[in-house]
């Protein structure tokens, strides 16, 4: 639901133009010569220059000024040297403008008409909101490339994030509020030290120096959780204050103020909940039927048209279309419960956990829209989306738009995340449930035999629930019918090399209940002869360690998906007149996010390995990044440990 304006674009993306000889702004010519630290070799650019200033009217019309420049210094910063402005039918562009000074050449200028339009979400049937991409030619190493643009506008909410940090170096960052006479505002820094700002009547300037990148990690959060930020809410006098949101109260009420006429119920509503939930054993029976056909049977389409990014369409009008975006799925949804007598209450959240920022109460900070259920009374179920309130009740979290998710769950970037649970009154900020371990498992059992040439053949079946079962729906449901097989001989190619498979099949693939993976393998050459040796590698398929790069100091946590749990057992007949000479040493490592053990024994004829692999948390702090590298190295150990047999001596 978020746009945000003036993005540099990561992409490769260069104009034919004809640039025009012009003299360029005296703002940006002192930066072209003025002296640079020095950065690592790697650097590709650096932001000299990233000026925003941002006048408001009693009106509450906001004019936006930016400025930007960046050097090119290696040529993978390149991409640098486009631009995009996104704008509307409420914010208008009122120019753009680009400035090249190529190393050694003459200055350029790349005028607005040489700008390519485009539609800025291209999940979108329809939408209003649009971007102006600009590229400069000539942007080599050494070059510098600049930026203006000014937008007008009279926006629903009186509030602006400040997003400061990238991924490159930002030499100066400067940001001026102006203000009407008796307005204030509220500031919140995010990720970055508080800074007091530079104040002078009713204008107030933040100026930042040797903004640092963000460095690159393996499984590091979401950018958006660790960036630099100042969000800003301003607190308008007269005709304008009804924009402005103080606190999340505020806010819930804002968005219940523009769901309520949408809800409205008609007789299609009524008809088709009843059709529904006809033969519906039980209440929450009939809660599943409702859930399961807005979740399988209207399918998501976006149409972000003004205000109607954050305001959902008419319920009738989305039933009657049978499609909408996360927003108008949980609108008919919550209008069809009520049809059947069941309370439920929108949930705010944002698609990437982290990213909401708890002190800036502001409907910025989402994207995306959930549903919470009031539980019926009076039934025992087994639900792991649930959270307690007190004074609606228990109420169970569901996400509409997730076709791979079942009631009950919630996907992995929605748990442990905040959320704006809405009431008619107002909102309020919650922390959705972070699932236990057991709501996503993956159990692999193995019924194999060896042969004495090293071949291995035998059954394998796996049994998924929770995210385990969605990855996997997600990657056979992509793939078209006669290469889904495909998949299943990806996996298998990383842990046996040769292989046949000889017969596969799927149980639940179409639905969102357990899923069930059956299939039948041939190895040759499995087993590594050696003289009288035959190596076994104990561990047959599937890898829980992680390249977690070298063991070093980090600057961000670990981030992980959600909690989880797999076992793993594979039972090998060993060829007849062969014993055991050496057995891997078992595994047993416990950390307070995550434990792995293994063990391995014989049984008869039957060389029997057993492992489980629990995680407890979704992020690992940096400061016990040490501890998780070593379970790494531990768990990969393990996945490499061969099973020595010997051939029996003939008597």
Request: charged fraction near 20%.
């Amino acid at each position: 639901m978020k746009v945000m304006s003036g993005t540099i674009l990561p992409v490769t993306f260069f104009l034919s133009v004809v640039a025009a000889t012009a003299a360029a702004p005296d703002w940006l010519r002192v930066l072209v010569s003025a002296p640079l630290p020095s950065y690592p070799a790697k650097t590709n650019a650096v932001v000299l220059l990233d000026e925003r200033v941002i006048t408001v009217k009693d009106s509450g019309e906001i004019k936006t000024t930016r400025r930007l420049a960046l050097k090119i210094l290696r040529p993978g910063g390149r991409d640098y040297g486009v631009f995009g402005v996104a704008f509307d039918n409420d914010t208008h562009l009122t120019y753009l403008r680009a400035w090249c000074f190529p190393a050694g050449q003459p200055e350029y200028e790349v005028k607005e008409k040489e700008a390519v339009e485009t539609g800025l979400a291209g999940e979108s049937l329809y939408s209003d909101v649009r971007q102006k991409i600009l590229s400069v030619p000539a942007a080599d190493p050494g070059s510098v490339a600049g930026f203006e643009y000014e937008q007008r506008g009279r926006p629903f909410l009186l509030q602006h994030v400040w997003d400061f940090q990238r991924s490159i170096p930002v030499r100066k960052a400067r940001l001026t509020l102006q203000l009407p006479a008796g307005w204030e505002f509220q500031s919140v820094w995010r990720n970055h030290t508080p800074q007091d700002p530079a104040q002078s009547a009713n204008q107030w300037t933040w100026e930042l120096a040797d903004v640092p990148p963000v460095e690159t990690e393996g499984f590091m959060p979401p950018l958006g959780a660790i960036t630099g930020q100042l969000a800003l809410t301003y607190l308008a006098k007269g005709p304008a204050a009804s924009k402005s949101h103080a606190n999340w109260r505020d806010v819930g009420a804002w968005f219940a103020s523009l769901a309520a006429p949408r809800l409205a119920a008609t007789p299609e509503i009524a008809r088709k909940s009843a059709e529904i939930v006809a033969g519906a054993g039980s209440p929450w029976k009939k809660v599943e039927a409702m859930t399961s056909f807005v979740q399988s049977q209207i399918r998501y389409v976006s149409i972000p048209i003004g205000i109607s990014s954050h305001q959902p369409h008419a319920a009738a009008d989305v039933l009657a279309n049978r499609y909408g975006d996360c927003k108008d799925k949980a609108t008919l949804l919550k209008a069809m419960l009520k049809e059947a007598g069941f309370d439920s209450y929108y949930v705010l959240v944002h698609s990437e956990r982290g990213a909401v920022n708890p002190a800036f109460a502001s409907v910025l900070n989402f994207d995306h829209v959930i549903l919470a259920i009031r539980q019926p009374p009076g039934e025992e179920l087994v639900l792991f989306a649930t959270m307690d309130h007190p004074s609606i009740g228990k109420l169970v979290l569901f996400d509409p738009t997730d076709p791979l998710t079942p009631l009950g769950l919630l996907p992995d970037t929605e748990q442990s995340a905040y959320g704006l649970l809405v009431r008619d009154d107002g909102g309020e900020l919650v922390q959705l449930p972070l699932h236990s371990p057991s709501a996503c498992r993956m159990i692999r059992s193995a019924a194999l035999k060896l042969l004495a040439d090293g071949s291995l053949t035998g059954t394998v079946q796996e049994k998924r629930w929770g995210r385990f079962a969605a990855e996997t729906r997600a990657a056979y449901r992509s793939a078209e019918a006669h290469s889904q097989s495909k998949v299943l001989e990806s996996f298998l190619a990383q842990s046996l090399g040769r292989f046949q498979l000889n017969s596969w099949g799927l149980v639940n693939l179409d639905n969102t209940d357990d899923l069930t993976l059956t299939y039948k393998i041939t190895a040759p050459n499995y087993g590594k002869n050696a003289g009288p040796y035959l190596l076994l590698r104990s561990r047959v398929l599937g890898q829980k360690s992680i390249g977690l790069g070298e063991k070093k100091a980090r600057s961000y946590p670990v981030s992980f998906p959600t909690p989880s749990v797999q076992l793993d057992r594979f039972d090998i007949e060993l060829p007849a007149g062969y014993e055991v000479d050496e057995l891997p040493v078992p595994v047993n490592a416990d950390y307070p996010f995550a434990r792995y053990t293994s063990k391995i024994e014989m049984e008869g004829r039957i060389l029997r390995y057993e492992r489980q692999y629990l995680t407890r948390q979704v992020e690992v702090s940096k400061e016990s990044f040490d501890d998780l590298w070593s379970l790494q190295r531990s768990i990969s150990a393990d996945e490499q440990g061969y099973a020595v047999l010997r051939k029996k001596p003939v008597n």
